[in-house]
């Protein structure tokens, strides 16, 4: 069953033989040494194999030509010996021995049947690409074989991935084999980065000098589906007789394997692929890679709840895997469109999926499996604790998992079908209201792009897509009539009210129904409180509201990419239970008040709003008290809390009236809606804090007022940076000959002249007197005549009296 040729020939014995006897083995091959289309068929004659060999491939492509591959080396079509499964295509029969499928496909096979029954090994290819279904189902399979089935054997194969990691998750029995592989010359060609440039317009220029420098067939990377069409289009009037093939996952199979196989009149070609030619495919012709440096990969935003297409710079190692297409029939050569002092600097690895994807999904099977807690199963690496929260979050919003985290007898239905909860969800509801076949096309066609053609009205697309008589659009629907059967077996009751299929979209994911902001349609506000951005020629932009199924970009910045029209009637007749009444708190910074209004919402959308005369007086005091603690300081009595810190009273620090505002704040501002409280009586409230040690100390230590020899009543100034501070006229401190004292600090006393016009400052008063007085006296004298001036003050009576009145009352 095996080529000798291939370099894998040389170390299957040995993996066989951990196999045999240990079960479990962590295979690490390069590209081109067979380890996809070898083992599968080598584990057939074993003693142990009496049932089906599982081999898992990351994606449809792959794992439609890996099982041509190996049913052409048994000289035999696919569904004989070797089958494949994947969702939009299948070949398989009652002989097959060895069955390809995806991975996604392999965890719903595993979670509805834990014990694998009939099924002998599971090959996981590729395992570096660290898919989220290639973790989970990993993970499922090594529970499977430590409790239920210890005669499963577990083998993990790639080109590049850290085996010893690997192996030590497979278990102590687990064992790596490595395979050297066949080495053929490989050249890397640096070119200039060009940002003055589109991706296209510098793929296109590269792919000309790849094509005019060298020989054999021309595989270029770009990022998606939008960049390869453009570069398709570059290139026709360039090229007008060279096949040029596009490769992605909308491609049909017929033409995937156009772009696979060499021309067949012989002729170069240029293919055009993603990412998804990067591992497992041998395209047969091709010794020429032209890399654009770019990858897009899904992400999932947890703030806005969407998964979106973010590009990126590939990483080395995907670079390493690009660049390896090129030599894996004979010498090749890769350009890449960037520089070598730049490549260093690239990252390492992509992340694994399950640190970035929607883990959704991946809950509900755990759910569905039995696992409550994702720690108590063997990961590579966990799933982040704060996706997993935000996950179960939201199944418990669809209702498919209960408080406890548990599946709900709904949760089971969702789970049934084999695509993202949101979807199914939605296909369920269609099913309830008779009209599952809209539903699971609807679904479909989000899932799948391009099918239905482009463009955001996705029921418009739905229109297209049933006059369409292409292969493509063929497979498709018979899929979602398989969907749509699978929903009404699961559907026991219907409900006939609803009947729109943009009803369905919006029972699955209400948070994403979303009102127009503008006139022009280009600015939209979704329920769950997330901005939109349409293209306001879109057709769509008339519309008052959508549904929206997809979105790219980041959250405050979202372009709407897949939208159905909703009436106002729609929502107010069909979606009335999703309506709710509620009073709103708002707060006016300008005013510093809390303005209620009582609202009539759908989410974050507000659909009528007016005055609430009478709002929860629990929740007004409690945003005052809110805002109030925001800046203390402003609200506090400022000469109180000076005269506070000055003699540091515990009791009126601010940190601890922050804790203690509950029991003197919150008094104050109840039956209030703003912050005005007289400083009077805030200042009576926090003397009313202290016992009567800290009173006597802030009495004595910081006191109010200064009385001066004269019997006048001067406010201390405990706030300014010279504090503390007292103005008084100076005649009032006649016969004082001692500098009045704060505490332990001088007072600062600010003298003035008899009309209160500042004379000096000082905290020596004894040398004031027998200092600079003698040039404030004659300038005094002049000034104010009819007042006294003496030479010795100290020895004078103090008197705010002029001279005539002074001596009338001295008399």
Known sequence: MVTADLPIYAVLPDLLAVLDTHGAAVLIAPPGAGKTTAVAPALLDQQWCDGTIILLSPRRVAARAAAERMAEMLGEKPGETIGYLTRMDSKQSAKTRVLVMTEAIFVNRIVSDPELAGISAVLFDEAHERNLDSDLGLALALETRAVLRDDLRICVMSATIDGARFAALLGDDAHIIESEGKAHPLRIEWLPSRPDLRI????TAAIMTAWRAEDGDVLAFLPGVREIDRVAERLAPKLPDTPILPLHGQVMPADQRMAIRRDAEGRRRIVLATAIAETSLTLDGVSVVVDSGLSRRAEFDRAAGSTHLVTHRASQAASAQRAGRAARQGPGVAYRLWEAAGHQGRPPYDPPEVETADLAPLMLALAQWGTLDPASLPWLDAPPAASVSAARDRLEKLGALDADGRISAWGEMVASLPMNPVHAAMVLFGARAGRAHDAAR???????????????????????????????????????????????????????????????????????????????????????????????????????????????????????????ALETADVEDHLADLLERRSVLRWNAEERRVEARLERRLGAITLASGPDPKPD????????????????????????????????????????????????????????????????????????????????????????????????????????????????????????????????????????????????????LPGFWRGSWHDVRKDMKGRYPRHRWPDEPWTEKPSLKTKNAFSRSES
Not at 200 to 203: L, N, Q, R, T, Y
């Open 442 to 564: 609807l679904a479909l066609l989000l899932q799948e792009r391009g099918l239905g053609g482009r463009g955001e009205d996705v029921l418009a697309r739905l229109s297209r897509w049933a006059g369409d008589n292409s292969p493509r659009a063929k497979a498709s629907a018979q899929l979602a009539d398989r969907w749509a059967r699978l929903a009404q077996k699961l559907v026991t009751s219907a409900i006939t009210e609803a009947t729109k299929p943009a009803l369905f979209l919006a029972r699955a994911i209400p948070d994403n129904i979303a009102r127009r902001r503008d006139a022009a349609g280009e600015n939209w506000l979704s329920a769950g409180g997330r901005g939109y951005f349409l293209d306001p020629a879109s057709s769509l932009a008339r519309a008052e509201w959508l549904v929206i199924g997809d979105a790219q970009g980041q959250a405050k910045a979202a372009r709407i990419t897949a939208a159905a």
């Open 617 to 764: 007086a629990e929740a007004v005091t409690a945003m005052l008290m809110e805002k109030a603690l925001d800046d203390l300081p402003r609200l506090l009595p400022a000469s109180l809390m000076a005269r506070a810190q000055h003699t540091e009273v515990a009791a009126l620090a601010p940190e601890t009236l922050k804790d203690t505002a509950a029991t003197w704040l919150a008094p104050l501002l109840a039956g209030r809606r703003d912050l005005d409280v007289a400083q009077g009586k805030l200042a009576d409230v926090l003397l009313g804090l202290l016992d009567w040690d800290s009173r006597q100390k802030l009495d004595s230590l910081a006191p109010r007022e200064f009385v001066s020899p004269a019997g006048s009543h001067h406010k201390i100034d405990y706030e300014g940076d010279d504090a503390p501070s007292v103005e008084v006229r100076v005649q009032a401190l006649f016969g004082l000959d001692q500098h009045p004292m704060v505490g332990k600090q001088h007072l600062l006393l600010k003298l003035t002249s008899p009309a209160g016009r500042p004379i000096q400052s000082t905290r020596d």
């Open 200 to 203: 296209e317009d510098a793929v």
